[in-house]
């Protein structure tokens, strides 16, 4: 009986059809994933967001007004979002309402769609951008 010497391996022409597959997929995968990560970082501004009407409807519980100094002092109100994504204005507070605004920064300025969101006393929410499904 006669053994051949049969190599093993991969042809340089399977090789460069399975990188054109993956190349291709790549493609189009990408752009997907990065839309996500973008929407999936809204979340934080969201929490950060809610949090904060929550802690002003306490202080108009406890004191009858939004900007009451025991509630902005005692609270150490963050400017930043918990993960960083988002940079929260807390300028448009008065006795009776607030608005807060969430504006992206860093990776997430990115996000074009929505821009900055925004969350009023009167729970309006609104979005700077373009997009339909910002909250």
Do not use: H
């Not at 969201?46 to 002003?56: G, I, K, P, T």
């Not at 406890?62 to 002092?73: L, M, P, Q, R």
């Not at 940079?87 to 900055?116: E, M, R």
């Amino acid at each position: 009986m006669i053994q051949r010497n049969r190599m093993k391996g991969f042809s340089l022409t399977e090789l460069v059809t399975v990188m054109a597959i993956v190349a291709i997929i790549t493609a189009f995968a990408y752009p997907s994933y990065q839309d996500y990560m973008l929407r999936s970082r809204r979340s934080d501004a969201y929490a950060s967001l809610y949090d904060l009407a929550q802690r002003f409807e306490r202080c108009m519980t406890e004191f009858n007004a939004y900007d009451d100094a025991g509630c902005t002092a005692d609270d150490n109100l963050p400017v930043v979002s918990q993960n960083g994504y988002y940079q929260i204005d807390t300028a448009a507070i008065d006795a009776s309402s607030f608005t807060l605004t969430a504006t992206p920064q860093g990776v997430q300025a990115k996000d074009t769609d929505c821009g900055a969101l925004s969350l009023t006393n009167t729970g309006e929410k609104t979005a700077v951008g373009s997009g339909t499904k910002c909250w």
